[in-house]
């Protein structure tokens, strides 16, 4: 079964603009989640959809978005690129059911984001 | 989300040695994770506990979800060098995971 991918794996992008990452999740698997991992703050959770749903979300500003497909895709979007958003932005797929087994999350390798 | 309390940040240990690391929590957590990442790459799943006082192994890593739903310890037998990496706790809240600083683990030969 192929993993979790992540489109582009690396990034540069200028204060202001704006970005779109990618997200395939695991074949079956209907939840997604994307983290930010800083060297400071470690790993840090955006937001998870399920369904097309958004159905958590973490402490970041309005500038984070995200969505979903009807296939689980995902796409997590950041507009007014700040420096401070340099980061390694992982995307996570799970079940996402109430048994056991389906919060198991899985992770892409990353895309790596650099704002300058 | 909550903070998890990961230690010791980093090891340093000689292969063949055994090593212990623990993550603890103000908060209950259903579900406790053990991830590993390595440089470049996405953190890969270890062990997944379900149970209050659950004790799961996978290979040479056994992991224990601590009675009191609060903590959870990872340990590894007779490391090698390819055990050289990250190791991430993570609690899991709702649809959420709150993850540890991780613990940064040198193995030399």
């Known amino acids: 079964k192929a993993g979790v991918t992540q489109t582009p794996r690396y990034l540069i992008k200028t204060r202001g603009q704006q970005v779109t990452l990618s997200c395939s999740p695991i074949?079956?698997?209907?939840?997604v989640s994307w983290y930010q991992q800083t060297p400071g703050q470690g790993l840090q959770f955006l937001f998870e959809y399920f369904s097309e749903t958004q159905r958590n979300k973490g402490n970041f500003p309005g500038r984070f978005s995200g969505r979903q497909f009807s296939n689980s895709r995902s796409e997590m979007n950041v507009s007014t690129l700040e420096l401070g958003d340099s980061a390694l932005y992982l995307c996570a797929s799970s079940l996402g059911r109430r048994t056991s087994g389906s919060y198991e999350q899985y992770f892409g390798p990353g895309t790596r984001l650099t704002v300058t | 989300g909550q903070q998890l309390n990961q230690s010791p940040q980093s090891m340093f240990i000689q292969e063949g040695e055994d090593v212990s690391m623990n993550c603890t929590s103000s908060s209950i957590f259903n579900t406790w994770l053990w991830y590993k990442q390595e440089p470049g790459e996405g953190p890969v799943l270890l062990i997944a506990?379900?149970?209050?006082?659950e004790l799961t192994s996978n290979g040479r890593l056994t992991a224990q979800f601590g009675i009191t739903r609060k903590d959870s310890f990872l340990n590894i037998s007779a490391s090698i060098p390819s055990d050289v990496g990250i190791y991430f706790c993570?609690?899991?809240?709702?649809?959420?995971?709150?993850f540890g600083k991780g613990t940064s683990l040198l193995v030399t030969p």
């Open positions: 506990l379900y149970k209050a006082g």
């Open positions: 993570a609690g899991q809240s709702g649809y959420a995971l709150n």
């Open positions: 074949s079956g698997h209907r939840s």
